[in-house]
């Protein structure tokens, strides 16, 4: 097992590619970033240099011990502004990415809202949206083509509309915010690779359109804020449990907190889910002895019923399906640090202000830690099969004091929405369509997943299911 070196005599610089003066390998990267990465960190270990982009050295921590030790046992010194400079513009000062004294505060008041049982109180929120949706392609008939992905990105997009400031779209109420944050995302995600960016500054008609939706976003976000400080009316939601908070002083957020709050749980908390979502419809029609494996879940426990919160412990192989969707394709695919003084990790050298990737995509493939890492086995979830994994082998969530607020959020919609889905729907892959991972600021797919639904009858008892497996593997 590699241990992150505490020896301060160790001055080793760790292997890489061979990157270009200025600009390292960022060539390679931004050409196949999945690609490059994983062969990186197959070809180079635990810890890789990526040459420097100007002044700034560019690693790859791909060793789940110094995963750890960067997320979990020295995080202060490790931060995140510096790469969230443009998202700035758009979350202010939020939890997502604030650092220090103002992210504990923010932290401690905000985490009691995510809590196990607050999320329980979201369930029925979480069924609700998902039963429009079913309606709706119910009415589409059988045989009908989806853009998969974008159903579930408007269906998690929905819930966190709903759970977070009740706004219920699918029951006429209108948004402007929608179409802002999409401009926005667009916008930032087009930037991740480019090698030219104009400063947002310059006014460019891109830059324009992107600096007017973010005005309108904060315009509709102080609005909502606003109507909420002054009415009387709380609705069960996020954003009345935040203006509920308070600290051990009695003193709570601010109105732009508030905001920046509000405005960074839209940019985390349904673009990750809406992805993994599809790639999960993607993976269960390439394996049909897995989507069985679930069908005897459903039925057993649900015998066709909307699943409710006391069913989520016992659909614990959809739970296992989610995990190893997210192994494959974790939406949140990489994310970066910097380091404030000098450090050693697992025996090299990073000298002060370098970059440094985490790559839950990459680690989660390592061959050390998973056998045929590129196999989709649910199984490897099972509690027999987990035992003796180190713990940031899988990491889809972060970990450490900055693990992801909405973990528990987002595996128990991901778990309804499985279960309310598979049970009234089959979906196919069209054949030939090209599926294919597009690493932006999550793990999109490039084409879309074409899919046509295929209606299933309620299945009401798992002998039923047997006597199809039987015939299927006669
Ligand atoms: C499958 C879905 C999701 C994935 C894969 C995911 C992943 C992550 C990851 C990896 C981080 C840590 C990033 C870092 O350390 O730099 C994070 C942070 C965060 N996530 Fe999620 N997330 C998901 C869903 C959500 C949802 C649904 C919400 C809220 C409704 C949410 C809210 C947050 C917040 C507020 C943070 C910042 C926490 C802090 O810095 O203290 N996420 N997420």
């Not at 990073?350 to 995509?361: C, E, F, Q, T, V």
């Not at 196919?428 to 793990?443: G, R």
Request: glycine residues 8%.
């Amino acid at each position: 097992m590699v241990k992150p070196s505490t020896s301060p005599s160790v001055r080793k610089s760790p292997p890489g590619p061979r990157g270009y003066p200025i600009i390292g390998c960022f060539p390679q990267m931004a050409s196949k970033p999945l690609q490059f990465l994983t062969n990186a960190a197959r070809e180079y270990g635990d810890v890789v240099h990526l040459g420097s982009i100007g002044p700034q050295q560019l690693y790859l921590i791909a060793h789940p011990d110094c995963v750890k030790y960067v997320l979990q046992e020295n995080p202060q010194n490790y931060t995140k502004g510096e790469n969230f400079q443009e998202m700035k513009l758009v979350i202010g000062e939020g939890l997502v990415i604030s650092e220090g004294d103002s992210w504990r505060r923010q932290r401690r008041l905000m985490q009691p809202t995510f809590h196990r049982q607050q999320i329980g109180g979201m369930v029925n929120d979480m069924t609700g949206i998902t039963a429009k949706l079913l309606e709706r392609w119910s009415q589409l008939g059988s045989g009908t083509t989806l853009d998969i992905y974008d159903e579930m990105l408007l269906l998690t997009q929905n819930i966190l509309l709903k759970t977070t400031l009740s706004i219920d779209v699918d029951n006429g109420d209108t948004t402007d915010l929608i179409p802002a944050w999409n401009t926005i995302y667009k916008f930032l995600s087009d930037r991740l690779w480019a090698v030219f960016k104009p400063p947002i500054s310059f006014p460019t008609p891109k830059n324009r359109s992107f600096q007017q939706a973010v005005n309108t976003l904060n315009s509709i976000a102080n609005r909502i804020i606003q109507q909420r400080l002054q009415g009387n009316d709380a609705p069960n939601d996020i954003l009345s449990m935040l203006l509920s908070t308070q600290d051990e002083s009695g003193q709570g957020l601010s109105a732009q907190q508030l905001h920046d709050q509000i405005v960074g749980l839209f940019s985390a908390g349904f673009e990750t889910s809406g992805a993994v979502l599809s790639w999960i419809w993607y993976l269960l029609s390439k394996h049909p002895v897995v989507e069985r494996q679930l069908q005897v879940e459903l039925s057993t426990v649900l015998g066709g019923r909307t699943p409710t919160v006391d069913d989520l412990p016992n659909l614990k192989y959809t739970k296992m399906v989610v995990q190893e969707a997210m192994r494959l394709y974790p939406g949140a695919w990489v994310y970066a640090r910097n380091n404030l003084a000098d450090d050693e990790i697992g025996g090299y050298h990073i000298p002060a202000g370098s970059m440094l990737l985490l790559s839950p995509y990459v680690t989660h493939r390592l061959p050390a830690f998973w056998d045929n890492p590129e196999g989709f086995d649910p199984e490897r979830f099972s509690p027999e099969h987990s035992v003796g994994r180190p713990r940031y082998a899988y990491f889809p969530f972060g970990g450490g004091s900055r693990q992801c607020l909405g973990d528990i959020f987002a595996l128990t919609e991901l778990q309804l929405v499985i279960a309310m889905v598979s049970q009234h729907f089959r979906l196919n892959l069209v054949p030939e369509h090209p599926v294919e991972p597009n690493p932006l600021l999550t793990l999109q797919t490039r084409h879309g997943i074409l899919m046509t639904l295929e209606p299933r009858a309620t299945l009401d008892n798992a002998s039923q299911l047997d006597t199809q497996n039987a015939l299927l593997t006669h």
